[in-house]
Nanobody, 127 residues
Framework: EVRLVESGGGLVQAGGSLRLSCAASGFTFEDYAIGWFRQAPGKEREPVAV???????WRAGSLEGRFTISRDNDKNLVYLQMNSLKPEDTAVYYCAATLRYYSDMSDYTRMWAYDYWGQGTQVTVSS
């Protein structure tokens, strides 16, 4: 059974940091590109960061310098380090995995590109 389980969310004050984890099981993790998405109340789900199997990364421009994606293939884990958090970062954060290869990196920012999704973890940033 394929599973993606996010953890590490919680309540943090503005300016603080959190590290989200996504634990994968049931598939050959290193063969999959991983994406982080988030969905704020009343808004559409949006891409946050992506890491391909080759280590290429993409990050939403507005998050440059604050969010970093990384992965540990030995532990089947993907991380999202979030620093200098702002109230507008409040959302449910999801990780997703895809076996498919896309030559255009922007395709990895689309929800349709992913085969598997986690259940999400809530991040709340207070002002």
């Amino acid at each position: 059974e394929v599973r993606l389980v996010e953890s590490g969310g919680g309540l943090v004050q503005a300016g603080g940091s959190l590290r989200l984890s996504c634990a994968a099981s049931g598939f050959t993790f290193e063969d999959y590109a991983i994406g982080w998405f988030r969905q704020a109340p009343g808004k559409e789900r949006e891409p946050v960061a992506v890491m391909t199997t080759g280590g290429t990364t993409w990050r939403a421009g507005s998050l440059e310098g604050r969010f970093t994606i990384s992965r540990d293939n030995d532990k089947n884990l993907v991380y999202l380090q979030m620093n200098s958090l702002k109230p507008e970062d409040t959302a449910v954060y999801y990780c997703a995995a895809t076996l498919r290869y896309y030559s255009d990196m922007s395709d990895y920012t689309r929800m349709w590109a992913y085969d598997y999704w986690g259940q999400g973890t809530q991040v709340t940033v207070s002002s």
